[in-house]
């Protein structure tokens, strides 16, 4: 039986799929945005020394 408990659980998981398949349809990932996370990291790390 389905519970408000359940419901996060199963909301992150059809956002999770979500993903998945926009993958699949679009072509789309955010590669992007995780490439310049990283350079602003290994930025961050550079000046730190």
Do not use: Q
């Given at each position: ?16 799929y ?32």
């Open positions: 039986m389905l519970t408000l408990e359940c419901l996060p659980g199963i909301i992150m998981r059809s956002i999770y979500l993903g998945i398949l926009n993958f699949f349809n679009n072509r789309a990932t955010n590669a992007a945005a995780e490439s310049f996370n990283a350079k602003i990291k290994a930025l961050s790390n550079a000046l730190r020394g």
